[in-house]
Every structure is written in C-alpha cells, then in structure tokens.
C-alpha cells in the first residue's frame, strides 16, 4: 500500500524511544511520545515500529493487540492509518502496530520473523496487553510473513488476519509443513481481490479450503478490485481492509492457555571458570527475564527459544534465576545452581 513520507519529528521520536529502552528495562516503561496523529515510535532491538494506543485505553486493563506488516514498496508509517482508522481509533479495542525494517522493499519471509516477535515482546512493555488477544496481520508480502510466522508461532497468536496473499505460496514453506507446525487450530480472515493477479483468486480459494477441510476456522472475504486499488467511495483496498477485515479484531476470538515451559542441559553445573554461559531452551514464551547473582532481574533481549546467558561466578553456590510467561497469569520459573569450584 502507499505511504507518505516519515516527517522529521518521527526520526526525533525514535531517538526518544531508544532512551526509554535502555533507561527503562522489563515492564516499567511509560507509554512513548506521540506525533501529531497520536502514533508512537518505537525500537525493539530488531527494527523500528510504529504504534497508537486508543484513548479508551486503560493500563489497568488488559487490551487487545494488533501486529500489521505493509507489502511490498510500503511503509510502516503510512499503514497506520489503514489499521488504526481516523473515523474510529479513539475508541478501537486494540493497540496497533505496523512493523518497520523494510520500508520500500517486500519482506523476507525466512528472515524476518525475529522483527515480528522482538516488537511483540517489546510493546508490552509500554502497554497492558492481553497475551491471549494478540493478532497478527499483513498485505500481500505482509500476508506471506502472516501465514509463516503465524502457523510456526501459533501459541502467540488469537487470529491471523491477511490480505491479497497466499496461505502457503510465498511463505517460504509448504502446507502440511506451515499446519503440522501450528500449536492449535488457528483463526484465520482472509479478505481477497477477485482480479488480483499477483495472487489469483482460484489458487488463493483453494490453499483456504484446504485449510478449513483440516480443521482451520477461517473467515473468506471476497471483494470486487485487483491487488491494490486506490480508495475511491466505498471500494479500494483500504477501503476493504478498514470495512471487511478489522471488525474480526472484535469477532472474540481468544488463544488456548500456553504455559510456558523452560530447560536447560544441566540443573546443576559445577566448574573451576570464574565465568560461564549458561544455555537452554524455552517454549510458549512471550517474556522472559533472568537475573544473575548480585544483581536485578533483566529482560532477555534475545530470542528465548534458544536462550543463552552469560554468569560471573563467584567462589562457591551461585543462583541463576529465570522466569517466563506464556500466555497464563502465573510465571514459569526455574533456578539453576552453579557451583565454582
């Protein structure tokens, strides 16, 4: 989709952004600045993001989140007035944010993904988000990242909202790959064009009835309009997406429970080094924190699936504490003992 240039005042906000990360580690960051069309900024460590908050928002209750990524040539910025509806964003049910980090260029779907999970991690700092209503959504290449990241992280995710793109061809996997790897059976709305002829129709109907004849529950949108169509009236493809795609953001759709279950290769580790790292894996787990001896407990700035933490030993017992949450109100935790020797 198109998008207007990024103003100065944007570049001003993301410097702000990277000072309230590094000043304001785990859950304790205020809410970011915002321009004048009440769109924040962010960094995650992986790419840049942008955000609004409805006013109706409430930090003491948990609120809906929406993850968008643009096609290709789009820009972040200038999606979020697609997700985020001028007519109707004060009072919208959900943060929503549009990835940056290919601004002008399509997405790569077997490398992008650690953009998407480092800004859902990330965004929950600044805002009370249910970790059962997170949605994940996107245009065309955005739609490709959609189904890729979606199915292989399905335990993130309440729904799956895409547009003029494909279920499985260009995600960079297959089908019976992309639905073994789903942790359950994820909510799907697909909103498609019947002259798109990036992605025709025919291929697109029959890749979601696959979907549906395994289990899917998945929502078909079909819309007179090719792959993208200027807004005009009541048709385009903005139109479509603000109209006929959204409202699913409100169809109650909610993820199962995920605990999140933590592992390292030893519970007990003993060793003459003053310094060791210490490594393990996580599933189901949307944060993460560690806290080494002597000091406070830290986000993990990584990627907890494969998590590795480097620990000063001091002589004797030392205790590595680590905690994480899937998508449930209680906190997996494990405690390693490291004895130098």
């Known amino acids: 989709?198109?998008?207007?240039?990024?103003?100065?005042?944007?570049?001003?906000?993301?410097?702000?952004?990277?000072?309230?990360l590094t000043a304001a580690p785990g859950r304790s960051a205020e809410p970011p600045p915002v321009d004048g069309n009440g769109f924040f900024l962010l960094n995650s460590g992986e790419s840049d993001y942008y955000g609004f908050a409805p006013g109706s928002y409430n930090p003491a209750t948990p609120i809906s989140l929406f993850v968008w990524m643009h096609g290709c040539g789009g820009q972040a910025y200038g999606d979020m007035f697609t997700i985020a509806p001028f007519a109707t964003r004060a009072n919208q049910s959900?943060?929503?944010?549009?990835?940056?980090?290919?601004?002008?260029?399509?997405?790569?779907?077997?490398?992008?993904?650690?953009?998407?999970?480092?800004?859902?991690?990330?965004?929950?700092?600044?805002?009370?988000?249910?970790?059962?209503?997170?949605?994940?959504?996107?245009?065309?290449?955005?739609?490709?990242?959609?189904?890729?990241?979606?199915?292989?992280?399905?335990?993130?995710?309440?729904?799956?909202l895409a547009v003029n793109s494909d279920p499985f061809r260009d995600t960079g996997s297959s089908?019976?790959?992309?639905?073994?790897?789903?942790?359950?059976k994820i909510n799907v709305a697909h909103l498609l064009h019947s002259g798109d002829a990036v992605y025709p129709s025919a291929g697109v109907r029959a890749n979601l009835a696959t979907l549906a004849a395994n289990g899917f529950p998945v929502a078909e949108v079909v819309r007179l309009g090719t792959h993208f169509d200027p807004d005009n009236g009541n048709f385009g493809t903005n139109y479509d997406i603000r109209t006929f795609l959204l409202p699913y953001l409100d169809a109650?759709?909610?993820?199962?429970?995920?605990?999140?279950?933590?592992?390292?290769?030893?519970?007990?580790?003993?060793?003459?080094?003053?310094?060791?790292?210490?490594?393990?894996?996580?599933?189901?787990?949307?944060?993460?924190?560690?806290?080494?001896?002597?000091k406070k407990f830290r986000s993990y700035r990584g990627d907890p699936a494969k998590w590795k933490i480097p620990v000063r030993l001091k002589p004797?017992?030392?205790?590595?504490?680590?905690?994480?949450?899937?998508?449930t109100e209680k906190p997996t935790k494990l405690r390693v003992i490291i004895q130098r020797q």
């Open 94 to 160: 959900y943060v929503a944010i549009s990835l940056g980090g290919r601004d002008g260029q399509c997405w790569d779907v077997n490398t992008d993904a650690p953009k998407v999970l480092a800004a859902i991690r990330d965004v929950t700092r600044y805002f009370n988000i249910d970790p059962r209503k997170v949605y994940l959504g996107g245009y065309s290449s955005g739609g490709d990242m959609t189904y890729r990241v979606g199915f292989e992280n399905a335990e993130l995710f309440a729904g799956l």
């Open 252 to 294: 109650g759709w909610t993820a199962p429970r995920f605990v999140a279950r933590l592992s390292t290769r030893k519970s007990r580790l003993a060793t003459a080094q003053s310094r060791i790292v210490v490594r393990g894996t996580s599933e189901n787990a949307r944060s993460f924190e560690f806290k080494v001896p002597g």
């Open 1 to 20: 989709m198109n998008s207007p240039s990024i103003p100065l005042l944007h570049r001003l906000l993301s410097l702000a952004a990277v000072i309230l």
């Open 175 to 184: 089908g019976p790959e992309l639905m073994a790897a789903a942790s359950w």
């Open 316 to 327: 004797g017992r030392n205790v590595l504490l680590i905690r994480a949450e899937g998508n």
